[in-house]
Antibody
């Protein structure tokens, strides 16, 4: 069984950055590839980007390009998603999920609130 | 970017009946489509991938069909715990996209 445990809720001011972590465990997740998906309040799901953890190569949604950085630490099996130049429209629940194309295990979600 | 449209937006079904959810793509996604179930306050759960393959542990009452631009999720013998929002997601063309969701309510 795979478990993805995310860092806690964050409150940020507009224009700042946030970094969310996602720690993987389980005997089938030594080299998990991880994607990030977000969900604004009352809205649907938006795919943001992914990282092939074994290679450390990340791909991003064009909509996020330039503001998002996804990194991974092989030693700690932890993936990080950093989003910069935050606006109120970035207020959402951010999920990490295992997989490059489809997502079979999900983290519990991290609430990021952007407010002055 | 492929745009996915889901219909209906809301579906009200009696227990034991069948629910049929549609996902329409702005261009062909072949069979590269997944379905997810999301209940309030929870992360999404993968139900179906490659249009018709059930994910591990998913009951047989969930089935997916179709390819190209029209794909369908069918829930047979609806149960109360199936009340949720269902999303389709394509992974045929970059970037991956989700549909807006169909809310299934139990009468």
């Amino acid at each position: 069984q795979v478990q993805l445990v995310q860092s806690g809720a964050e409150l940020r001011k507009p224009g700042s950055s946030v970094k969310v972590s996602c720690k993987a465990s389980g005997d089938t997740c030594d080299r998990c590839s991880v994607s990030w998906v977000r969900q604004a309040p009352g809205q649907g799901l938006e795919w943001m980007g992914r990282i092939i953890s074994l290679l450390g190569i990340a791909d991003y949604s064009q909509r996020m390009q330039g503001r998002i950085t996804i990194t991974a630490s092989k030693s700690t099996n932890t993936t990080y998603m950093e989003l910069s130049r935050l606006t109120s429209e970035d207020t959402a629940v951010y999920y990490c999920a295992r997989g490059l194309d489809t997502f079979d295990f999900w983290g519990q979600g991290t609430v990021v609130t952007v407010s002055s | 970017e492929i745009v996915l449209t889901q219909s209906p937006a809301t579906l009200s079904v009696s227990p034991g009946e069948r629910a049929t959810l549609a996902c329409r793509a702005s261009q062909s996604v072949s069979s590269n489509l997944a379905w997810y179930q999301q209940k309030p306050g929870q992360a999404p759960r993968l139900l179906i991938f490659d249009a018709s393959i059930r994910a591990t542990g998913i009951p047989a009452r969930f089935s997916g069909s179709g390819s190209g631009t029209v794909l369908t999720l069918t829930i047979n013998s609806l149960q109360s715990e199936d009340s949720a929002v269902y999303y389709c997601q394509q992974y045929n063309n970059w970037p991956w996209t989700f549909g807006p969701g169909t809310k299934v309510e139990i009468k």
